[in-house]
């Protein structure tokens, strides 16, 4: 991500994130949450009696602000305004979307600002990879698709139709490797298939649906919102009834 500061002190201010993973005073969650929602101080608690606070001056604050706006805009752009797993349009005219640390921050915490890790994820994807992915990965490979490997084609995973016009929407997934049938399963595209077919039919749905994947951006986007984030994932659930 440092290929993305403009100055050496921009360089410096994420380098003291990256040095506090490297001391293990921060994990990856929380270094993401500094710079990706930050205040003057932040404090982590991992446990009752340990409970860290960490300080950030203005031009750090500043640094991580306008860093973070840049590292959006070149995801962005480098996929072409769609989620790299699902492939839908993602943005201000499309679905909600985050930075997505493909190999987990969680599990892979040195790789937290590797700008080669990051890519884009709509709230759907990114959801269910954390639930049935991320927390269960061991090791650098990934049972579904890895849009980040070199050389990586999606249609030789996974190939897609998408259809909307005024009264109808119809989205249907096919997969033509191991990779991608997990993928289709584990971030259960079934749901999204459903999702589409039946908020074309019904526009109103369609609106709670927009809003509570918004919603769900909002608290994943904040340790402390993980809470809500998983809420939420419960009702959508219930509403499209996959289990
Ligand atoms: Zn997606």
């Known amino acids: 991500m440092k290929s993305l500061c403009v100055d050496g ?11 506090l993973i490297r001391s ?9 949450s500094a710079f990706s929602a930050p205040a003057a101080s932040k ?6 009696a340990d409970s860290r606070t960490f300080d950030f001056s203005p031009v750090e604050r500043a640094t991580y602000k306008n860093l973070r706006q840049r590292v959006q805009n070149h995801l962005f752009n480098k996929c072409a305004g769609s989620c790299a797993y699902c492939r839908r349009p993602v943005g201000h005219y499309g679905w909600a979307w985050h930075i997505e640390h493909v190999l987990p921050k969680s599990k892979h915490s040195s790789l937290t600002f590797s700008l080669d890790n990051l890519t884009v994820g709509c709230v759907h994807c990114n959801q269910w ?14 049972p579904i698709i890895n849009p980040s490997l070199p050389g990586f084609i999606y249609s030789a995973h996974l ?5 909307s016009t005024d009264s109808l929407s119809f989205a249907k997934y096919s997969h033509c490797s191991p990779e ?14 459903r999702s589409y077919a039946i908020n074309g039919m019904h526009p109103p749905l369609a609106s709670l649906h ?10 994943l986007s904040a340790v402390e919102g993980q809470g809500l984030a998983e809420l939420l994932f419960e009702l959508k659930k219930s509403i499209y009834k996959l289990n």
């Open 159 to 163: 190939t897609y139709v998408q259809i």
């Open 43 to 48: 404090t982590f608690k991992r446990g009752e």
């Open 9 to 19: 002190d921009e360089e410096n201010h994420l380098q003291k994130l990256i040095d």
């Open 180 to 193: 991608g049938a997990k993928t289709y399963k584990e971030l259960s595209f079934e749901m999204l298939e």
């Open 210 to 219: 927009e809003k509570i994947e918004r919603a769900i951006g909002v608290g």
């Open 129 to 142: 990879k954390g639930a049935r992915i991320d927390r269960y990965l061991v090791g650098k490979i990934l």
């Open 24 to 32: 293990k005073d921060m994990d990856g969650g929380e270094a993401w």
